[in-house]
């Protein structure tokens, strides 16, 4: 289930309360006469079972009430409620499967801004990576791997794609090509004082590493890897279920490859850096490729699903 609170201009709230009374989706549904002060006007609340989600916000943007008012939608983790039951029996599809776009476009928006906070886990992350690859240590692969916030603006680009949002593509493309500027520059910075300090020779960076040489040795595996692994990521945002997430990141290795590329760089290892740049390029484009994929699949399913809804108003439905 979701709730929805809408802050709505007195003019509109008739027909957000029509659109609202009229689904099958709705199990509940409140009106505050006068409680809003900004704008001035009423407060609606609903729930809503998430497989109705889609149709019901697009036909709430259809009133303008997102202009002038707003248009809030909550999960509900746990509610006890037979209208609530029938709401999610009687429209098609479910729940884990359903798709609310709005919340999946907010996201992509939220997780492709360029800010500080992301630029610091993902240059953390490459500097950990570039440790690793030094010790020849799969586990703190591994730790770079789940500190880098990179999937986020990778998946903001497939729901770019699908929803023909280009200003987000070019947000999310542009957080990545600077972050991992900044992230691959700093790190080359440190190698650099590492280097002069003597802690690291070109050996730990050329040098047999038969626990990470993965990283700038790119093959087939590296590209299905990272499609596999990019469509179950979208998966888990999609349906709420984060759980795969963490299987997600790791599984590719574009920050491993960032902190290789600034070894590289630091000590003039041409190989190393084309070897690691090719790597970064192939998962990049096969999770942005996946994510694409998974995502229009996804629209197209449930694009097919909103048609079944108007007739589900009239089946008979059993009582808990």
Not at 77 to 99: H, I, K, L, Y
Not at 136 to 143: A, N, R, T
Not at 164 to 173: D, E, K, N, Y
């Amino acid at each position: 289930m979701l709730h929805l609170r809408i802050l709505s201009p007195a003019a509109l709230t008739e027909a957000v309360v029509d659109v609202l009374d009229s689904d099958p989706a709705v199990s509940g549904l409140a009106v505050m006469r006068g409680a809003a002060l900004r704008p001035p006007g009423d407060v609606v609340m609903a729930d809503i079972a998430r497989e109705g989600a889609n149709d019901i916000v697009e036909r709430l943007r259809a009133t303008k009430v997102h202009r002038e008012g707003s248009i809030e939608i909550d999960p509900v983790p746990t509610f006890m409620s037979q209208a609530g039951f029938d709401a999610e029996v009687r429209t098609p599809g479910s729940s884990a499967d359903a798709v609310v776009w709005a919340e999946v476009a907010q996201r992509s928006y939220d997780e492709s801004e360029l800010n500080w906070t992301f630029l610091s886990f993902l240059t953390l992350a490459t500097i950990i990576a570039s440790i690793a690859i030094i010790a020849d240590s799969q586990i703190l692969v591994i730790g770079a791997m789940v500190l880098g916030p990179e999937f986020g603006p990778i998946a903001a680009l497939g729901v770019a794609l699908v929803r023909r949002r280009f200003v987000l593509f070019g947000l999310a493309a542009r957080t990545l090509v600077i972050g991992f500027v900044v992230a691959i520059v700093t790190t080359t910075l440190i190698a650099l004082v590492w280097r002069a300090l003597g802690w690291i020779t070109i050996d730990d960076v050329t040098g047999p590493r038969p626990e990470t040489d993965f990283i700038y040795s790119p093959d087939k595996w590296s590209f299905i890897v990272a499609v596999i692994a990019a469509a179950a990521g979208v998966l888990s945002l999609t349906s709420a279920r984060v759980s795969g997430l963490s299987g997600v990141f790791i599984s590719v290795t574009t920050v491993p490859a960032a902190g290789n590329i600034a070894l590289g760089t630091a000590f003039g290892a041409g190989s190393e850096v084309w070897g690691s740049m090719a790597q970064l390029a192939l998962n990049l484009s096969g999770m942005a490729i996946a994510g694409w994929a998974t995502l229009a699949v996804q629209n197209a399913v449930w694009s097919r699903v909103s048609p079944r809804r108007p007739r589900a108003m009239t089946r008979p439905y059993r009582m808990l």
